[in-house]
């Protein structure tokens, strides 16, 4: 069983920065595909970016490509989303969430992935 808890949101103006951080607890966390979502109000879940267990394939939704940068530490058993050049429309509830232990692809579906974190607030103002 692996637990995921977000931090690092915030309010912030529009060309600003924000690091969020999803802390995953679980032996496992270092194994599993893991992945950004995003929900805005009256919205359905959106997909924002994945990352492999290594690091080594990354996969964007087009909306954030060359904004965003996903990363992740398997020895802090951590997961980052570093956010470049905010948006209005980048106001959301992020989600951070994790494939089950043995599914190796990157998918961008929220019900292919098993475990998922609270969710942080990020509110970009113009």
């Known amino acids: 069983q692996v637990q995921l808890l977000e931090s690092g949101g915030g309010s912030v103006q529009a060309g600003g920065s924000l690091r969020l951080s999803c802390a995953g607890s679980?032996?496992?966390?270092?194994?599993?595909?893991m992945g950004w979502f995003r929900q805005a109000p009256g919205k359905e879940r959106d997909f924002v970016a994945a990352?492999?267990?290594?690091?080594?394939?990354?996969y964007y939704a087009d909306s954030v490509k060359g904004r965003f940068t996903i990363s992740r530490d398997n020895v802090q058993n951590t997961l980052y989303l570093q956010m470049d050049s905010l948006k209005p429309e980048d106001t959301a509830v992020y989600y951070c969430?994790?494939?089950?232990?043995?599914?190796?692809?990157?998918?961008?579906?929220?019900?292919?992935?098993?475990?998922w974190g609270q969710g942080t607030q990020v509110t970009v103002s113009s």
């Open positions: 990352i492999t267990w290594s690091g080594g394939r990354i």
């Open positions: 679980g032996r496992t966390f270092s194994s599993q595909v």
């Open positions: 969430a994790g494939r089950p232990l043995g599914a190796a692809s990157l998918t961008s579906t929220p019900g292919t992935y098993a475990y």
